[in-house]
């Protein structure tokens, strides 16, 4: 995933309390912002750790989805968070993990509204192995889990492109 985000001038952590993403990245040459949600996950068809990371991307489409900031009533908490240190137990670190975070906001404004803007919700967790998911693609007779990952994967993907915006999985090999 590393050379994926290398594209980016703006990587803003919004984790933690009601978030948008676990990150927020924007691409201004393409230009692109993507919602990347993130879990820990343990197995290699965990559709518990895939619907955890799932649900926390579709119940923020919203976000997606508004072309207005102005009409959005909690993005600013959100922009005032960004400039807030991230802080959890005793660690705190700043929320900007590439670019600076004012001109992030700024653009993250001037460029959601854009309908040329591609928009992606990015899915990575380490629950899922690819490996373990295309073998089981081809078999007659599937382990318990893949039933229930197939739904969760088809209705995040269903609601993902309702938006507009393509769906990316980021997985174990």
Known sequence: MVSNVD???YIIC???QCEIADLIAIDLITPKICFIHCKHGEG???ASAFQDVCGQAIKNLNYVISSDVSQNDFIENHFDKWQKLWKFKDYETSREIKGDVKEGISKYKEIIGDLNVKKEVWIVTSGLSMESFCQELVKKHHEEQYIPLMNILHYTQDN???TGAALKIFCKK
Do not use: G, P, Y
């Open 44 to 46: 290699f068809l965990s």
């Open 14 to 16: 919004d984790d933690l």
């Open 7 to 9: 594209n980016f001038e």
């Open 160 to 162: 993902v492109i309702k």
